[in-house]
């Protein structure tokens, strides 16, 4: 990382869902894995919901959080495989205004191609940017969400990160 020690840390709202048929609280891993993130990195937990691997559910969820003002951004896990449950990228498109940010999925890919060579074309993984709340959804195996975080989102979620970040953008996202 290019960390800016001169710069304020500016710690934002994160939002963790999982994207689960079968996960409860107790089992979602990849979910608490992306929460001790959100918080060891010093942002704020701002929820945590397991939804269904069900497009319209997800969607509503989505757009509830990108609703609210307390929340940032979203980060998810699940749902961006190739079966026919695998729903999440389907969601994100019935999000209105929603942007995609082609270079996260490429990047990700990138780096866990790495990790599990070939293996990463069946990944999905993918961002938006809908009405000023970034919405990051990586898939449900725990290392997928390790490579997510911190191949991607610990730096661009990090104020202090150089030549530039996400949150510097923020206040921008709702230009017209």
């Not at 979602?28 to 945590?48: E, K, M, P, Q, Y």
């Not at 003002?69 to 449950?85: F, H």
């Not at 019935?94 to 191609?113: H, N, V």
Request: hydrophobic share 45%; glycine share 10%; with cysteine.
């Amino acid at each position: 990382m290019a960390i800016d020690e001169t710069k304020v840390f500016k710690p934002i709202n994160i939002a963790v869902l999982t994207v689960s048929d079968t996960r409860t609280p107790e089992t979602d891993t990849s979910g608490d894995i992306l929460a001790g993130r959100v918080t060891g990195a010093g942002h704020h937990l701002a929820a945590r919901m397991i939804v269904k691997d069900d497009a319209a559910a997800l969607a509503a969820q989505f757009e509830a959080w990108i609703d609210d003002p307390a929340i940032d951004a979203v980060v998810s896990t699940g749902g961006t495989g190739l079966t026919g449950r695998d729903v999440t990228p389907e969601a994100l498109g019935l999000i209105a205004g929603a942007r995609e940010i082609p270079g996260f999925g490429e990047l990700f890919r990138w780096l866990s191609f790495k990790t599990i060579g070939t293996s990463t074309v069946q990944s999905r993984a993918m961002a938006v940017v809908a009405r000023g709340t970034y919405i990051f959804a990586l898939p449900g195996s725990n290392g997928a969400v390790k490579d997510g975080w911190d191949g991607i989102l610990a730096e661009q979620l990090d104020s202090r990160n150089r030549p530039c970040n996400f949150v510097e953008l923020m206040p921008r996202l709702t230009e017209v």
